[in-house]
């Protein structure tokens, strides 16, 4: 027991969890394994030199050390450890940790240990947020995405019979069973078109036709399903971000949770770099501006007023109708949540106390 402890706080295996865990790390982790599939993938050219194929080796070799070390410490910082190696991260790390030394146990080539590492993309798509964001989208979109499938495989399974009573006799070679006519189905349903089998009689290709043109309404029935998905999941996560940075500001900090979300959805959120000018004195005013997150200059006659977070400009062309009286800069990089004009007259009719607020402000404080 006493030597289970001793690793268990293991300061060495500790630190490296505790950095493995941090954002910058990860980068680290994820331009490694980005390194390793490069050298696999060049590692396969014919031409390549044999100098060269041996550093890709040499580097593969390397990183799997370094893949090891990353899961050894994961493992020994684990709150619970079976529970992490039962995880979906957790045999991702492991498998992405043995393959090349289970490669050099059982004795394999270099070519085929290189190979073998292409397990390190699963590295990839761990670390990668556009991954997640489609696994949230089927997980969302299942039932649909899975009533369309059976319409699909149901379509391909009568497709396949159907040709197979009206080809058979024709082409027994390519129609000689419903199995074997499920190639010529695949293909046809996809609308891939290979042309190596193909009906030849007149009712055959009548059958083939309709096929298509099904498989093409699959398919966009398909694309719409996911479309709608991910269009509905990103405006869920807009939602998410705007009610953050709505709710840290301290004119709406005191609003109801209803009023926050009526306004999150109508805000929209803009990152804007240092230097990059956001109003133009003399344009017309279509929008107002929310500092979620930095600083900004605004330029007046009278000289320079800096704003900071949870300020606002941009208001005064909103409420006269006249172009904008003064430019604004950023200072710093800024967030800033920009709300439109439609959307500023349509808050102002249901949420009188929010404009008197800003009406207030602008009378005491700054030009927009």
């Known amino acids: 027991m ?14 490296v969890g505790q950095l493995f865990e941090r954002r910058r790390e990860r980068g680290v982790t994820l331009a490694a394994a980005v390194a390793g599939i490069a050298a696999v993938v060049i590692g396969t050219l014919p031409t390549l030199p044999a100098v060269w194929t041996d550093r890709c080796t040499v580097v593969v070799l390397a990183l799997s050390v370094f893949f090891a070390l990353e899961f050894l410490g994961r493992l020994m ?8 190696l039962l995880s979906f991260y957790g045999c991702i790390d492991l ?3 043995l393959v090349v030394p289970f490669a050099l146990l059982v004795g394999l080539l270099p070519a085929e240990e290189r190979l073998l590492a292409m397990v390190w993309i699963l590295k990839v798509v761990r670390y990668t947020p556009a ?31 159907g040709e197979y009573l009206l080809e058979r006799s024709a082409q027994p070679d390519a129609f000689g069973s419903i199995p074997e006519a499920l190639w010529w189905a695949i293909v046809t349903q996809t609308t891939t078109g290979y042309g190596d089998v193909y009906p030849r009689t007149v009712a055959g290709r009548f059958l083939a036709g309709v096929v298509m043109i099904g498989g093409i309404g699959l398919f966009a029935l398909w694309a719409g399903v996911l479309a709608n998905g991910f269009a509905r999941e990103l405006r869920r996560q807009e939602f998410l ?9 301290p004119m709406f900090s005191r609003l109801g949770a209803s009023t926050i979300a009526e306004v999150a959805h ?8 240092s230097g990059v000018r956001i109003v133009t004195e003399g344009q017309a005013g ?16 009278r000289g320079p007023v800096s704003l900071g977070e949870g300020e606002f400009f941009g208001e005064v062309a909103l409420l006269s109708g006249r172009p ?8 710093r990089r800024c967030r800033l949540l920009r709300l439109d004009v439609a959307d500023f007259r349509n808050l102002a009719v249901s949420n009188p106390e929010l404009l008197a607020v800003i009406e207030q402000h602008s009378a005491t404080h700054q030009p927009g």
């Open 131 to 161: 991954f997640g964001l489609i696994g949230r989208v089927l997980r969302n979109e299942g039932q649909s995405l899975l009533s369309v499938g059976a319409a699909f495989g149901i379509l391909l399974l009568l497709t396949a019979t």
């Open 77 to 84: 910082t684990a709150e619970r450890r079976l529970g992490y």
């Open 95 to 97: 498998a992405v940790a």
């Open 324 to 331: 904008r009286n003064a430019s604004v800069v950023a200072v």
């Open 266 to 273: 109508l805000l929209k959120v803009e990152e804007v770099p």
């Open 286 to 301: 279509d929008s107002m501006f929310f500092i979620a997150d930095g600083e900004v200059e605004v330029r007046t006659k």
């Open 2 to 15: 006493a030597e289970v402890s001793a690793v268990r706080q293991s300061p060495v295996l500790a630190r």
């Open 241 to 249: 971000r705007s009610w953050d940075l709505v709710a840290r500001l």
